[in-house]
């Protein structure tokens, strides 16, 4: 069963739309509707394609990173998501806090509303 905050593996479709590799992201949020779709964001753990302000750093050195599952510090990119049924979600690996999850969420809900300075 799929759940917010979940980190689970999944196969993140590059930005041209060449195939992607199978990589961790975390799921956000259950969309609206009768389908199993599910809003989820890419998590990488090239740290520099950190956006300073927006995305979120998963250290290694976190009081929760192993409940994580992730094996080494990385970047939640806030900015790289996904709607995608939750059949193709590959297991989940691990899960972040309610609180960092809740951060997130509203670090992205004020971008879309124009409330974040990055650009």
Known sequence: ????????????????QSSGKLRPALVL?????????????????????????????????????????????SVIRIGRLAVVEGSILLGAIGKIEAARLTCIKLRLSNWIRGENTQN
Request: include cysteine.
């Open 29 to 73: 949020r259950k969309m609206p509707g009768k389908h199993d779709d599910w809003l989820i964001c890419m998590i990488s753990s090239q740290l520099s394609q950190q956006i300073p302000d927006y995305d979120e750093l998963l250290d290694k050195e976190d009081a929760g990173f192993d409940a994580s599952g992730l094996i080494k510090s």
């Open 1 to 16: 069963m799929i759940t917010e905050g979940q980190i689970v593996l999944f196969k993140f479709p590059q930005t041209n």
